[in-house]
């Protein structure tokens, strides 16, 4: 069964704390790895995709990489604007693209 | 060009009420979604769509019903609304399945639903 969990559930982290956010999968033959953000009261917003293990992509604070198994979204010296709940997911091994979701991490940065 | 847009954006209704949830694509998307999102639970597909004309169902169909009879319109439909489908409904559209180095999936601001 296709499957995404995500770890911790809750961060908080003083401004400056670098951290990472865990998404382990499991699925038959991945297909791509999508991390969204999501703030309050809004719908999720594309932040990266990866395909395959070794990957990694940037984008300001955030770098995201991917093994056989997980994946892990590295928060460097957040800020206060940081702040959302992280969400992962996978497209499941049927077709029609649709994707399985993990829980979500909501992280709180603190000024 | 607005994106994915969601109508209504709150709406509270009685129990066995029924009502329809409009989503609109300006991006000429041909595959399109409806998710559920509950506290612990993450988003959960209800149905989704590859193309106008066609629906299919997703994780968690059941007392939902959906329309695509336009290529930019997804609609979705509660006949009999009940307490246990109180959430927070979410559209997404693509242009491509996602995977595969295909499209990743736009989602659109929400829907706050609560069924008394």
């Known amino acids: 069964e296709d499957q995404v969990t995500q770890s911790p559930e809750a961060l908080r982290l003083q401004e400056g704390e670098s951290s990472s956010l865990n998404c382990s999968y499991t699925v038959s033959g991945l297909r791509g790895l999508f991390w969204y953000r999501q703030d309050p009261g809004k719908g999720p917003e594309f932040l990266f995709t990866l395909y395959s293990a070794g990957e990694e992509k940037e984008k300001e604070r955030l770098k995201a990489t991917l093994t056989k198994k997980e994946s892990f979204l590295h928060i460097t010296a957040p800020k206060p604007e940081d702040s959302a709940t992280y969400l992962c997911a996978v497209p499941g091994s049927n077709q029609g693209g649709k994707l399985i979701f993990g829980q979500g991490t909501e992280l709180s940065v603190k000024p | 060009n607005a994106g994915v847009t969601q109508t209504p954006k709150f709406r509270v209704l009685k129990t066995g009420q029924s009502m329809t949830l409009l989503c609109a694509q300006d991006m000429n998307h041909e595959y399109m979604y409806w998710y559920r999102q509950d506290p612990g639970m993450g988003l959960r597909l209800i149905h989704y769509?590859?193309?106008?004309?066609?629906?299919a169902k997703g994780e968690v169909p059941d007392g939902y019903n959906v329309s695509r009879l336009k290529k930019q319109n997804f609609l979705l439909g509660l006949e009999s609304a009940a307490p246990s489908q109180t959430s927070v409904y979410f559209c997404a559209s693509s242009y491509e399945p996602t995977g595969d180095s295909g499209d990743t999936q736009y989602f659109g601001p929400g829907t706050r639903l609560t069924v008394l």
């Open positions: 769509s590859v193309g106008e004309g066609t629906t």
